[in-house]
């Protein structure tokens, strides 16, 4: 190979090396984050209401503002790990049925959550990186609610359940050891229930209860010190 080709190769062997380096600072870190939630209760018309006609959807998103705390290592090659505790975030959601138009469900969520993180970083260099996430965990939800009017109740139940996250960002460090992490992440939380109905029914019977799928999108902006 002549001097030419070896110059004209160094480009493409140079790039790669790079964009993946990984970063070199190695230690215990703690972290804080805000989160701003997008969260679903999916499948909703998998509850029981007997005998009242066809589902009707009603609100199935909430937007509100949360915050994280966590504690993790990084390796110093790339890779980095975490404990992560979410502070509890609540939500309601509602949803009816074709023969009793006036009458909605309000499913009441309370939601809290520890996760372990698994993060890989890929710095670009002025200290900027990109990062993708995985986490797994349990979270734990309250679910309650009522009927038409707040003094007809379901009864309240709390749950624990397996939760999957995936997501990705970008990282930025102002000074050393110091990141700035602005990134996004979808949660998974699994399916709820609420207990059962507390009022009387129309057939005078407990065999209403609420359901659904709770998800969430999440963006995060969080600090994130390496000692």
Known sequence: MNMKAILAALPIAV????????????GYYGSAKYLQV???????????RPGVGQFVGGKEKEHFGGAAIAAGYQFGNGWRTEG?????QK???????????????HLKTETERLMVNVYRDYELG??????GTAGLGVSKIKANGWQGN?????????????????????SYTPVERLYVDLGYRYI????????????????????????????????????????
Do not use: C, W
């Open 15 to 26: 790039i790669p090396v790079t964009v993946l380096a990984a970063n070199t600072e190695e």
């Open 38 to 48: 997008e969260q679903r209760a999916k499948e909703m018309d998998t509850s029981a």
């Open 84 to 88: 992560e505790y979410t502070f509890k």
């Open 91 to 105: 939500g309601e959601y509602t949803s009816g049925s074709s023969t009793f138009a006036n009458s909605y469900n």
């Open 126 to 131: 002025y200290g900027v990186s990109l990062y």
């Open 150 to 170: 707040a003094g007809r109740e379901y009864a309240s139940t709390t749950q624990s359940n397996l939760t999957y996250a995936l997501g990705a960002g970008v």
């Open 188 to 227: 998974d939380m699994g399916k709820i229930e609420s207990g059962y109905n507390n009022f009387t029914n129309a057939r005078g019977l407990k065999d209403e209860q609420m359901k659904a799928h709770i998800v969430s999108n999440e963006f995060t902006l969080g600090m994130r010190y390496v000692f």
